[in-house]
């Protein structure tokens, strides 16, 4: 068993960094806002550090869950940074979906003091990282992602690595580009049936079964047709990651019209209050429109 820390307690890294301990591993967790952290020791045992810097100390991997590129850049660097405390040979993993940009700038900090580092952005959402059922994408160096593949394995569904430093998360943005132009067919496919007066929930168990199916579909479709959206990965993430998609396009010449449009579309979702609904709401929208 390993001694592991986990930087960041949200919806995604609570029951990630609890999947750990009930593996048997020696966890310690550190959380910006303590309360939480208190809570999952009580929940799961463990330890707790009150900065990123106490709480990797002695570790031998590193996990982090956190907001955007300025959160990670502070977990990871700075007297009170997590590499402030990590030894040579130890691993430190990035779960947030952050820029290229910033990976890299990590990556080579890392090198330079003998730690290794992977990026590993995830997909599946909150559901996904309570199950243990996540899709995670990795860049990095091969030994250094084969040292740390057992240990993201306790709550990954598929785990793959995808080349070097940045790899993980480009693939995480090519997730979210699919992603969003699916959501928005979904949304205008459920819009439409509602307004030709067609039973939803019928008209998707007919579907699903064909070309049409997919994860979104089956698993947002009902709290769709009930206009509920008081859950899973917010608004407000998904035009964060995808301005990252956005400005990394522009970078390597690639076009995402759809992409660019679906992005204003979550602009009009948040101008009606919904940054923190889930990005199914997109049908929202359309019933705002009529």
């Known amino acids: 068993m390993a001694r592991i820390t986990f930087l960041g307690l949200g919806v995604m890294g609570y029951p990630m960094a609890g999947h750990l301990a009930a593996a048997g ?11 939480k952290a208190e809570a999952w020791v009580a929940e799961h045992g463990g330890a707790l550090g009150k900065t990123p810097r106490a709480a990797a100390e002695g570790a031998e991997f590193v996990m982090a869950c956190v907001g955007n590129d300025d959160d990670l850049r502070a977990v990871c660097l700075g007297d009170d940074g997590a590499f402030a405390a990590m030894a040579s040979g ?24 003998g730690v290794g580092f ?35 394995d306790v709550y990954a569904k598929a785990c793959r690595r995808l080349g070097d430093s940045g790899a993980g998360q480009l693939t995480k943005m090519v997730n979210q580009i699919c992603i969003a132009g699916l959501v928005q067919g979904l949304s205008e496919g459920l819009h439409f049936a509602e307004k030709a007066g067609l039973d939803i929930r019928e008209v998707v168990q007919v579907i699903s ?27 407000d993430w998904m035009r ?25 579309f979550y602009k009009d979702v948040q101008k009606l209050g919904g940054g ?15």
């Open 90 to 113: 130890a691993v430190f993993v990035d779960h947030t979906t952050v820029s290229v940009k910033v990976t890299r700038e990590l990556y080579a900090a890392a090198a330079a003091i």
């Open 209 to 235: 079964q064909g070309a049409a199916g997919s994860w979104q579909m089956s698993n947002r479709y009902q709290t769709m047709a009930d206009d509920a959206f008081d859950f899973g990965f917010a608004v």
């Open 276 to 290: 923190r609904w889930d990005t199914s709401s997109l049908i929202r929208r359309l019933r705002a429109l009529g």
């Open 240 to 264: 964060k990651d995808l301005g990252i998609c956005l400005d990394t396009a522009d970078e390597n010449g690639a076009s995402l019209p759809v992409t660019a449009l679906v992005d204003q």
């Open 25 to 35: 591993h020696d966890v310690t967790v550190y959380n910006r806002t303590t309360a």
């Open 118 to 152: 992977v990026d590993a952005p995830v997909s599946g959402g909150q559901a996904g990282a309570e199950n243990g059922q996540l899709g995670v994408m990795c860049g990095g160096d091969q030994a250094t992602y084969d040292a740390v593949e057992p240990i993201i």
